[in-house]
T-cell receptor
Framework: DQQVKQNSPSLSVQEGRISILNCDYT??????FLWYKKYPAEGPTFLIS?????DKNEDGRFTVFLNKSAKHLSLHIVPSQPGDSAVYFC???????????FGKGTKLTVNP | GAVVSQHPSRVICKSGTSVKIECRSL??????MFWYRQFPKQSLMLMAT?????????EQGVEKDKFLINHASLTLSTLTVTSAHPEDSSFYIC?????????????FGPGTRLTVT
């Protein structure tokens, strides 16, 4: 049972436009969410996170929105750059647990 | 930032042999390290949580006798795939948590591509 779902395996956007990556979860006990970015042949790198007590967190070009009632979060990248092309993983954890549950990832391609 | 290294990056072995993968935290002490496995186009699946000086905690369905984990120091954890079979071929990736920074953020190594022939 996939507790964290990223239903879009891929996304393609033009440079300068907004990229929106979506993530849904089923476990209502999840209370902390993270986004990781992964380049080929490298490990995932932490991008941004959000606690369930917030509905938005912003860091430069990256903003994560959380809709708890819908069990949905999204990552917005504005403006998108070719260097943002990577696989983005959504992850969640619950109640102070050290364990992260990952989605399958979305491959973002930003075209020049 | 926190750096985690993994060695080797790629290994090919014959069926029935054992392979050891090392995971090191280079600039911080990691009391907890995690081992994941990733199949193509799938998510990272947690295999086990490794705590320094104690036995690893394995996720349901992961054979602890097949995937031996040792966390002998605050900067090194090893995963040994024993009696490897072709179905063990996968991408193995470790991560470490720096408790001085965050309870949740994990820093990942670059991964090891294991191919069993």
């Amino acid at each position: 049972d996939q507790q964290v779902k990223q239903n879009s395996p891929s996304l393609s956007v033009q440079e300068g436009r907004i990229s929106i990556l979506n993530c849904d979860y089923t476990n209502s006990m999840f209370d902390y969410f993270l986004w990781y970015k992964k380049y080929p042949a490298e490990g995932p790198t932490f991008l941004i996170s959000i606690s369930s007590i917030k509905d938005k967190n912003e860091d430069g070009r990256f903003t994560v929105f959380l809709n708890k009632s819908a069990k949905h979060l999204s990552l917005h990248i504005v403006p998108s750059q070719p260097g943002d092309s990577a696989v983005y993983f959504c992850a969640a954890t619950e109640g102070g647990s050290e364990k992260l549950v990952f989605g399958k990832g979305t491959k973002l391609t930003v075209n020049p | 930032g926190a750096v985690v290294s993994q060695h080797p990056s790629r290994v090919i072995c014959k069926s029935g042999t054992s392979v050891k993968i090392e995971c090191r935290s280079l600039d911080f002490q990691a009391t907890t390290m995690f081992w994941y496995r990733q199949f193509p186009k799938q998510s990272l699946m947690l295999m086990a949580t490794s705590n320094e000086g104690s036995k690893a905690t394995y996720e349901q369905g992961v054979e602890k006798d097949k995937f031996l984990i040792n966390h002998a120091s605050l900067t090194l954890s090893t995963l040994t795939v024993t009696s490897a079979h072709p179905e063990d071929s996968s991408f193995y990736i470790c991560s470490a948590r720096d408790p001085s920074v965050s309870l949740y953020e994990q820093y990942f190594g670059p991964g090891t591509r294991l191919t069993v022939t």
